[in-house]
């Protein structure tokens, strides 16, 4: 499973983007896909989840009711809108994908190229 994540850059305060996570392998319905990210000078966290068989979605607390995860079956693609963006979302994005559907980073075995994310004040 190969996973390519675009759509970062920079934006202010209160505005929107929209991370796009193009998903391409045999197997690329298989696994569940997530978001995480990781800030300058700190771990990185997750962000969202969301699982392939029902379609469970998981956030972290600081991102509910701004950030919304979501998949394309068609096109292979797994997004993630963000909105009332703020400056401490600014990160490094990932995309990720799991066999078992988790918020754990340490669960998740492929990895895409992160995607920076830039909210000024």
């Known amino acids: 499973v190969q996973l390519q994540a675009s759509g970062g850059g920079l934006v202010q305060a209160g505005g929107s983007l929209r991370l796009v996570c193009s998903v391409s392998?045999?197997?690329?319905?298989?696994?569940?896909k997530g978001w995480f990210r990781q800030a300058p000078g700190k771990e990185r966290e997750f962000v969202a989840a969301i699982n392939r068989s029902d379609g469970t979605k998981d956030y972290i607390d600081s991102v509910k009711d701004r950030f919304t995860i979501s998949r394309d079956g068609v096109k292979n693609t797994v997004y993630l809108q963000m909105n009332s963006l703020k400056p401490e979302d600014t990160a490094v994005y990932y995309c990720?994908?799991?066999?078992?559907?988790?918020?754990?980073?340490?669960?998740?075995?492929?990895w895409g190229q992160g995607t920076l994310v830039t909210v000024s004040s």
């Open positions: 990720a994908a799991t066999i078992s559907y988790s918020i754990r980073s340490e669960t998740y075995r492929y």
């Open positions: 392998g045999r197997t690329r319905n298989s696994y569940a």
